[in-house]
């Protein structure tokens, strides 16, 4: 994804303001959704939300 970025901010180097607050926010939410996963997995891993 970061070298996407350079790539079109080389092309359009007016956009780039644009694309860099656009990429650093998915970047966010792809971490944000791997840890997310990560700890609904580890609460049903040993929680036993629904009993057992």
Known sequence: ?????LEAS??????MNALQT???LLA???DAAFLI???IAM????ASPFGA
């Open 28 to 30: 966010g939410l792809i």
């Open 10 to 15: 080389a092309r359009q180097p007016e956009l």
């Open 1 to 5: 994804m970061g070298g996407k970025y």
């Open 43 to 46: 609460l049903f891993a040993f």
């Open 37 to 39: 996963g990560v700890g």
């Open 22 to 24: 656009k990429m650093f």
